[in-house]
Structures are given as C-alpha cells and as structure tokens.
C-alpha cells in the first residue's frame, strides 16, 4: 500500500486567502444585493501596461511563423530577459549582478516553495511574525518545522522573530542560531521597511554564523524613501549570504500573467558547493520555463516607455494607500505600513480578536480585509488591508469604515 507524504498531514487547517475566498462566496451567496469590496487579497486592477499589451500582440504575432517560432525556454530563461533584469534591477543599483546569476521562473510563490529542495531537512529555519504564511506552510511540506504546539500556536523547530510596535515591526536578531532566515522588505502583512543599515547588520549576522537568508522583495517598485534599500545586494558580503526573490506580480501587474525570478549569486557556497549551480540543475530538470511571450512583456518593463507606464500604475496603487491610511488615522485606529508599500497594517478596535473585525468589516461595511492572525501568533488584533482596489472602490470601503 503506498502512502503520503506525512508532512502535508502536519498543516494546520487551510490556506488562509482559501479560507477568506469561501467565506466572501458565501456571503454574497445569502447577500445577493450588497456591493462586497475586496481590500484583502494581494490582486491588482488595473489593466496591463498598453506597451505590455503591444509586446504580448507582437510576441504571439511570432509564434505563428515557422522562422520565429519558439519551443522550450531556456533553463534560466531567456537572455534577453535575464539581461534587461541585470541591468535594470541592480546595474543601475551599482550593483554586479551576471545574467547566469538570474533564474527566471513563473512567480516567486513557487520559488519560495521550490528552493527548499537544495537545503538540508534538518536546517533551522528562522521568519518573523507576523509572517506571509507561504514561507511556513513550505517548510512544514518539506519536513523542517517539527510539531506544532496548538496552545502556542507555534512550530517547535521554528525560531521565531516577533515584529510589534515597540520594534516597529522591525525583526531583532534572534537569540536562538538558525540556518535558513527568512526577510521580506518592503514587509508583508505589516507594509514596514528597514533602513540600509539595518539591513547590513542582518547580512554581517549571517556571514558570521554562516547562514543563508532568502530576501523577498516582491514590492520593492514601492518603496518610496531614498533610505530604504531596494535590493539586499546594496549591502556589502549580501552576495555570500543571500538569495533575493523578486516578482513582477505587483510591480507591473502580472498577476494574471505569472513571471518573476530569483538571484542565485556565484559567491554564495555552504562548504564549497555552489548553491548556483545546485539551483541550475534543479531548475533545468523540473521546470520548462515561462513562457516566450510572457518573458518578451517582462522585458519590456525595463524600455523607458514600459517605465513609464508602469510608474502611473504604482502611483495609482500608492495613492490608494495614502487614502486608506488617512481615513483609518481619522477614524482612529492605529495603523502602520502604507508608505513604502502596498499594505496597510491596522490595530482591530474594541479588543476585537482578527477574525471577529474580519467578520464585523464584512457584514457592517461589507469590505473585506485578512485577518492578522493568519499570519502567524503576533498577527493577533491586528488586520491586513491592502492597496489593490480600484481608487473608486478605496475611497468607498474607508468611507464605510469611517461610519461604523
């Protein structure tokens, strides 16, 4: 008789964002005439950018022509599209990134997942918490987190980093060694950032302990402070120690599209193997590549007029921000993120638990947002709303919030 992966069998309960789509249905099912607005889910709504638009037309134009037809991609993906990222993303940074360096992939929610492959089951993990669930839910599939302890709510094999306001949701360096450090800044759920100096201190930690850390940065297009660095490899000895991912899901609106990469830097080796190259022969192996046209739109971001329009999109999304944080300061809550991204991290009001304000919002002002403790112990009493919405639609859900 066969049998399954017992790991899968230690997740706690469902996907969170699943549990929040089920719920929402189910309240429009029984409530057919109210207008339900979505500030919880981290999906954009704005068209794509017409110069991606263009390039998409152009690029299936070729795959209709024998002399232009294109197949497989490339293991690390195409160059041109590595090349524009080199130069784009971290040459223009002052940053020395080579384009073999670069592994273009379908989105980094696979990566974060698929990199647990090339570590070790008995590595450490550490992330802070509150903490994007997906870093966690991965690394109990891969069999890294030991046994949850429900009074707790916390895995045994995790080191955790509280982030609350009296460090201003900014992780400290954890008294327990781990291995495997998990970074995303700009953050997700709390919207916070970390100075390039405090960034350092995170790089000259994991050298000296000899740890990797694996930065997410899927919403460095909104930082907005000339302080806040907008990759880890601004940070001097970043390249021995750290892999960064980034995602053109939110920076360019290609959440329907799906592309995005991760850097595997050459100097990063654990006792003289190169995670570079052990990365290269997973990703040749078990994965074909985004496809042809996807990746010529993902180029085209980084021509002057994809910039361009690209900005506005941003901007726009940004803007929203800037309304949902004074509309909630003026309503009273306390309230956090908002300025280098698209998140906007709230203290629920009247002792409210997360999922108590969740069902409040929705059934009160019908808008919804995440629940705080969905992302982890010290997500608790606080709630996620986030910046995607139309503008029309954001100034609608803070109005109705401000009446409650």
Not at 190 to 216: E, F, M, P, R, S
Not at 292 to 319: C, F, H, L, W
Request: glycine content about 8%; aromatic content about 12%; overall charge neutral.
């Amino acid at each position: 008789m066969y049998k399954v992966n017992s790991n899968y069998l230690k997740l706690q309960g469902n996907y969170l964002f699943s549990t929040i789509g089920k719920k929402v249905a189910n309240f429009k099912e029984n409530n057919p005439d109210k207008k339900v607005i979505l500030l919880g889910i981290g999906d954009v709504t704005q068209p794509l950018a017409p110069a991606i638009i263009d390039t998409l037309h152009n690029a299936v134009d070729e795959m209709g022509h024998i002399d232009t037809f294109k197949g497989y991609a490339p293991d690390l993906g195409y160059e041109f599209l590595r090349n524009a990222i080199a130069i784009g993303d971290y040459r223009s940074r002052g940053v020395d990134i080579s384009i073999d360096e670069v592994f273009v992939s379908d989105g980094i929610n696979c990566d974060v997942g698929n990199i647990q492959e090339i570590f070790s089951v008995d590595n450490k993990i550490a992330i802070c918490d509150p903490v994007y669930p997906v870093y966690i839910d991965t690394n109990v599939m891969a069999g890294r987190t030991g046994t949850y302890d429900k009074t707790m709510q916390r895995w045994n094999g995790v080191v955790y980093m509280p982030c609350t306001p009296d460090n201003n949701f900014v992780p400290e360096l954890p008294k327990e060694t781990p291995d495997i450090i998990y970074l995303c800044f700009p953050n997700n759920p709390t919207g916070t950032t970390i100075t390039k100096d405090q960034l350092q201190v995170w790089v000259d930690y994991a050298n000296k302990i000899k740890a990797v850390i694996i930065y997410d940065a899927a919403y460095e297009a909104y930082i907005s402070e000339d302080n806040v660095p907008h990759t880890i490899y601004e940070c001097e000895g970043a390249k021995s120690c750290a892999i960064e991912l980034k995602s053109f899901s939110k920076s360019a609106g290609f959440t329907g599209l799906r592309l995005g990469y991760m850097v595997v830097p050459k100097d990063l080796k654990c006792f003289n193997v190169s995670l570079n190259a052990l990365w290269a022969r997973r990703h040749g192996t078990k994965y074909n590549g985004a496809p042809y046209i996807v990746q010529r739109a993902g180029e085209t971001i980084y021509s002057k007029v994809g910039r361009d329009q690209i900005k506005k999109q941003i901007d726009y999304y940004k803007n929203n921000a800037k309304i949902i944080l004074k509309g909630l300061r003026e309503a009273g809550y306390s309230v956090y993120g908002g300025v280098n991204a698209p998140y906007i991290w709230l203290k629920t009001p009247n002792n409210m638990n997360s999922w108590e304000f969740f069902y409040y919002l929705l059934e009160k002002a019908n808008v919804v947002g995440t629940p705080g403790s969905g992302f982890g112990p010290m997500g608790e009493g606080y709630f996620r709303l986030t910046a995607f919405g139309t503008y029309e639609n954001t100034v609608d859900a803070i109005e109705r919030i401000k009446k409650l």
